[in-house]
């Protein structure tokens, strides 16, 4: 489980919880072992699910070439990425964009000690800090932001109760509750459809911060409460995919799946054009029938098999923004 703190709401609405990693990843995070990533599934040269792409290449090259769709990276000159796990996907770029001045940002201790050894010999700082407290001018800086796979982990509420999206903010007191009203009032937010939800208000406010802070390129990746499997891939991939973020449980702490399309008011509100599309935009499976025979087979097999499902289904989950300030 996470670390929960429970608020009480006044005028007689239920309590929500609030989930938040920051303990678990200041001092308890020990490795990523339990989170295996995109990236880092793709990390090994030999590591089977390669050989199921359309392109057999490390996660971050692929990125790398899919945002030179958008934007110029030859002239990008400051990068900074938050949260950067064992810091492999910075290493991609850099070995792609040698001019590049690069950031580390990291809550994790050991992820930031990891990431010091993955990148040495690069030009490449370092700061261990939570990004929810960092000043906005120091995201100011840079021309391009990076969160890959984790704004999941960034604070969430759980359980709020719908009918708050209809209190007076002049009769709210409770500082949390403002604040989720202001973000539905501001952005024009879809309401709910369920009486309970979940909300990614970590995951908004960071997107906030960094428009707000004129970042002229921003990056985003993570699991998605939105994403659809295409038709082909229908009978294969099961995604629970409601629309309301679903809690992920992993060791030591949840996290929670995001809703992409309250990301996209944010930015297109502060000036941004957005895209947004499933990572299997850039790493294209290869639908041959001995893949779709795998997936029929839900894996049971063999390991290998197991991991191929897995990662096929998480080309769909995971969803990606990149935002260009217009």
Not at 269 to 287: I, K, Q, S, W
Not at 304 to 326: M, P, R, T
């Amino acid at each position: 489980m996470g670390s929960f703190a429970r608020t009480g709401a006044s005028g007689g609405i239920p309590v929500y919880q609030c989930n938040s990693t920051e303990e678990y990843h200041k001092g308890k995070l020990g490795s990523l072992g339990w989170e295996l990533t995109v990236c880092n599934t793709l990390h090994p040269p030999d590591t089977p699910v390669r050989k199921f792409l359309v392109r057999s290449d490390s996660y971050g090259y692929l990125l790398h070439d899919h945002l030179k769709r958008f934007f110029p990276l030859e002239k990008i000159e400051k990068v900074i990425e938050i949260g950067g796990g064992y810091g492999y996907l910075m290493k991609d770029l850099l070995d792609r964009c040698g001019h590049f001045k690069a950031c580390m940002l990291d809550i994790s201790p050991v992820l930031l000690e990891k990431q010091k050894e993955t990148l040495k010999g690069y030009d490449v700082s370092y700061r261990l800090e939570d990004a929810m407290e960092t000043e906005p001018e120091v995201f100011g800086q840079y021309n391009l932001a990076v969160l890959n796979e984790n704004l999941g982990d960034f604070p969430a509420l759980v359980g709020l109760d719908s009918r708050v999206l209809a209190r007076d903010p002049s009769t709210v007191h409770d500082p949390v509750i403002k604040k989720v009203l202001r973000f539905f009032e501001t952005y024009g937010l879809d309401r709910p459809a369920v009486e309970h939800f979940n909300l990614n208000i970590g995951a908004m406010e960071m997107t906030e911060k960094l428009c707000l802070a004129g970042v002229p390129h921003i990056f985003i990746g993570e699991h998605s409460c939105e994403a659809k499997a295409p038709p082909a891939l229908g009978p294969y991939i099961n995604l629970m995919s409601d629309g309301n973020p679903r809690r992920i449980t992993l060791k030591g702490h949840d996290e929670y799946t995001i809703k992409f399309s309250y990301l996209q008011k944010i930015a297109g509100y502060h000036g941004y054009e957005t895209v947004r599309g499933p990572f299997a935009d850039y790493l294209v499976p290869n639908l041959t029938e001995h893949l779709k025979a795998v997936l029929a087979s839900r894996g049971l097999y063999s390991d290998n098999e197991e991991a191929v499902c897995h990662f096929i289904s998480d080309l769909y989950e995971y969803e990606y923004l990149v935002l260009v300030k217009k």
